[in-house]
């Protein structure tokens, strides 16, 4: 069967015009010709015209393709696999694209009707975190920050009061902030700690993300590092970093309020720390620290011991001095590595 190059045109969606700029540039050149000279192309032909459209698709060029197609590479099965792994990244851009769009209609809409220059920010800002995020980690970056929100901006507020006062980083309050601030960007990275180093690195690159979408300042990060760089200086006293490393997270500071509370309870009635409801709250503290070592409890007990030879540690903690020393003496009979 052969097809005159206006037919294969209309069978193809091609105009007779790129065929017969392909047959120019020896690229698809028919194998027959009519008795007067038309060009007529056979299944051979039409088969390589399939082969360079679905290299067009994957992007590249014209003078790219006769090299690849005169190979080895013009297999069907090549060509065909080629074409999926195309139309496969197409798949993931446009859920890429889609992704970033629900958020920028989401982030813009909640409040009163954008402007130019929100249009412009909110598109700048999705490029930038494009460059260190895929849309579905943004999606639940932000969808958790949305959760703790409020929590965060009173926190960035009492920093500033801090700030304003010029308290020194190594006073107990700003201590206290700042292990409020670590526990909140853990709990909104879920604990991911190669989430939390991608944001900072983002954060210290690109100017564009100071201050928004609740980000601190760079005045206030630079505070709030140092205050930071302090504690860990602290640990490291102690403790090796492949320790350090081993920490998956702080506990929480309800399942220590609750401890506070038991504790509190057992000391205004009396109760004695060697005695059975005491070892119970001890053991329950101990578990505690034993799931955020990581499940090693020598680790964890150093953790408590150094916590109590570094005041500053404990700066914030909802377990008061009184409660920890009364469940210390408890805890020391449960654990040998307590004393």
Same mark, same amino acid.
């Given at each position: 069967?052969?097809?005159?190059?206006?037919?294969?045109?209309?069978?193809?969606?091609?105009?007779?015009?790129?065929?017969?700029?392909?047959?120019?540039?020896?690229?698809?050149?028919?194998?027959?010709?009519?008795?007067?000279?038309?060009?007529?192309?056979?299944?051979?032909?039409?088969?390589?015209?399939?082969? &360079?459209?679905?290299?067009?698709?994957?992007?590249?060029?014209?003078?790219?393709?006769?090299?690849?197609?005169?190979?080895?590479?013009?297999?069907?099965?090549?060509?065909?696999?080629?074409?999926?792994?195309?139309?496969?990244?197409?798949?993931?851009?446009?859920?890429?694209?889609?992704?970033?769009?629900?958020?920028?209609?989401?982030?813009?809409?909640?409040?009163?009707?954008?402007?130019?220059?929100?249009?412009?920010?909110?598109?700048?800002?999705?490029?930038?975190?494009?460059?260190?995020?895929?849309?579905?980690?943004?999606?639940? &970056?932000?969808?958790?920050?949305?959760?703790?929100?409020?929590?965060?901006?009173?926190?960035?507020?009492?920093?500033?009061?801090?700030?304003?006062?010029?308290?020194?980083?190594?006073?107990?309050?700003?201590?206290?902030?700042?292990?409020?601030?670590?526990?909140?960007?853990?709990?909104?990275?879920?604990?991911?700690?190669?989430?939390?180093?991608?944001?900072?690195?983002?954060?210290?690159?690109?100017?564009?993300?100071?201050?928004?979408?609740?980000?601190?300042?760079?005045?206030?990060?630079?505070?709030?590092?140092?205050?930071?760089?302090?504690?860990?200086?602290?640990?490291?006293?102690?403790?090796?970093?492949?320790?350090?490393?081993?920490?998956?997270?702080?506990?929480?500071?309800?399942?220590?309020?609750?401890?506070?509370?038991?504790?509190?309870?057992?000391?205004?009635?009396?109760?004695?720390?060697?005695?059975?409801?005491?070892?119970?709250?001890?053991?329950?503290?101990?578990?505690?620290?034993?799931?955020?070592?990581?499940?090693?409890?020598?680790?964890?007990?150093?953790?408590?011991?150094?916590?109590?030879?570094?005041?500053?540690?404990?700066?914030?903690?909802? &377990?008061?001095?009184?409660?920890?020393?009364?469940?210390?003496?408890?805890?020391?009979?449960?654990?040998?590595?307590?004393?």
């Amino acid at each position: 069967m052969h097809l005159k190059v206006g037919e294969l045109a209309r069978a193809t969606g091609l105009t007779v015009r790129t065929l017969h700029h392909y047959d120019a540039i020896g690229l698809l050149r028919p194998s027959a010709r009519s008795d007067a000279g038309y060009r007529l192309y056979t299944e051979t032909d039409v088969a390589r015209l399939h082969a &360079i459209q679905a290299l067009r698709l994957l992007g590249l060029p014209l003078a790219e393709l006769q090299p690849l197609l005169d190979g080895q590479g013009a297999s069907p099965e090549t060509i065909l696999q080629q074409q999926l792994r195309a139309l496969d990244g197409q798949i993931r851009e446009a859920t890429q694209l889609r992704e970033r769009l629900a958020l920028l209609h989401e982030g813009l809409l909640r409040g009163e009707s954008p402007t130019m220059d929100d249009w412009v920010r909110s598109l700048g800002l999705m490029a930038t975190y494009g460059k260190y995020f895929d849309a579905g980690e943004l999606r639940d &970056i932000f969808q958790r920050f949305r959760a703790m929100e409020v929590e965060w901006r009173q926190l960035l507020a009492r920093v500033r009061e801090v700030m304003d006062a010029d308290l020194a980083i190594d006073t107990p309050e700003v201590q206290a902030l700042t292990r409020r601030w670590l526990m909140l960007m853990h709990e909104w990275m879920r604990g991911d700690y190669a989430l939390m180093e991608r944001w900072g690195e983002m954060y210290r690159r690109e100017p564009a993300a100071h201050g928004a979408r609740g980000a601190p300042p760079p005045d206030m990060l630079a505070y709030i590092e140092r205050a930071i760089t302090l504690r860990l200086g602290l640990l490291r006293e102690h403790f090796e970093d492949h320790e350090l490393r081993k920490v998956v997270g702080p506990v929480p500071d309800t399942e220590l309020q609750r401890i506070e509370d038991d504790g509190r309870k057992l000391l205004e009635t009396g109760k004695p720390p060697g005695g059975a409801a005491a070892r119970a709250v001890a053991r329950r503290w101990l578990g505690l620290l034993e799931r955020a070592a990581g499940g090693d409890l020598a680790l964890a007990s150093r953790f408590a011991r150094v916590q109590e030879a570094h005041p500053l540690l404990l700066a914030g903690s909802p &377990i008061s001095p009184q409660v920890r020393a009364f469940l210390r003496t408890a805890r020391e009979a449960l654990d040998p590595h307590a004393a």
